[in-house]
């Protein structure tokens, strides 16, 4: 009985997850911006997060000219889905209208040819194909194992050879891509102006002012304060209230 009304409850949380998915493609083809943001934000409160929600939601509050969440909805849908076109395309649109004009740095070196090959995929489909190759392994083994033609035992052989390497490869990617997710924070400016800082307290001149919609990473916290990095590398303090963290 217990198991009946748990996959009930279940049942009925995915409906109405997906009748306020669907409530929100309404009101954005309608032109009713506000009200999409609510029925995608209802969505998001019953916990039904995907990436297709983040990026409808960016694009509502792209409309109504709120850089900050729209910024950060087009994140948090990267997070789910690097890959995503659409939402790399978008968030490049919003990122001109934000104020500070900050350049990226991009890495170089051996570091940035890792980071371009394990970022292909996510972490868990790195680990899936970890997955598929200990199973094309173990079909090759098998192969080589009850094969009585010398030939077709030195071809199961190197598949086996190759399936082992090709798994020793996406299992590093898995842990690499997993590592950079837990360690890297990003986070995006809410306040409308704030203080970068030299150090975590009040008073004193401010390094410079960020405006909203501008993206950071952080790094430590201290009662109220973040300290954060840009993406030029210029590291500071900032308010922990002025900012929202992406994961």
């Known amino acids: 009985m217990k198991n009946i009304l748990y996959i009930l409850l279940l049942s009925t949380q995915v409906f109405f997850a997906q009748n306020g998915f669907e ?3 309404a009101y954005y083809e309608k032109g009713q911006y506000a009200d999409a943001v609510a029925a995608y934000e209802s969505v998001l409160n019953d916990k039904q997060r995907s990436s297709e929600v983040y990026f409808n939601l960016g694009n509502a509050y792209y409309k109504l000219n709120k850089v900050a969440p729209s910024i950060y909805n087009y994140e948090k849908a990267l997070v789910l889905n690097p890959s995503d076109k659409e939402s ?3 968030l490049k649109f919003a990122q001109k209208r ?5 350049k990226v740095i991009p890495k170089v070196g051996f570091a940035k040819l890792v980071r371009d090959f394990t970022g292909i995929y996510h972490y868990n ?15 090759f083994f ?7 033609i010398t030939g077709s035992k030195q071809i199961f052989f190197f598949g086996m050879f190759v399936a082992v390497l090709l798994m020793l490869i996406s299992i590093s990617s898995a842990i690499f891509e997993k590592s950079h997710f837990d360690t890297e924070k990003p986070a995006i400016v809410f306040a409308e102006m704030t203080d970068f800082k030299s150090e975590p307290r009040n008073g004193g001149k401010p390094l410079f002012v960020l405006h909203e919609g501008t993206k950071v990473f952080v790094f430590e916290s201290i009662g109220e304060w973040k300290k954060i990095q840009l993406t030029d590398g210029t590291e500071g303090w900032i308010e922990s209230s002025a900012i929202k963290e992406v994961k």
């Open 88 to 90: 790399l395309n978008n």
């Open 125 to 139: 489909t790195w680990a899936w194909i970890s997955v598929g190759l200990a199973v094309g392994f173990l079909l």
């Open 23 to 25: 409530k929100g493609n």
């Open 142 to 148: 098998i192969g080589y194992y009850f094969s009585q």
């Open 98 to 102: 934000t104020i500070d004009e900050i």
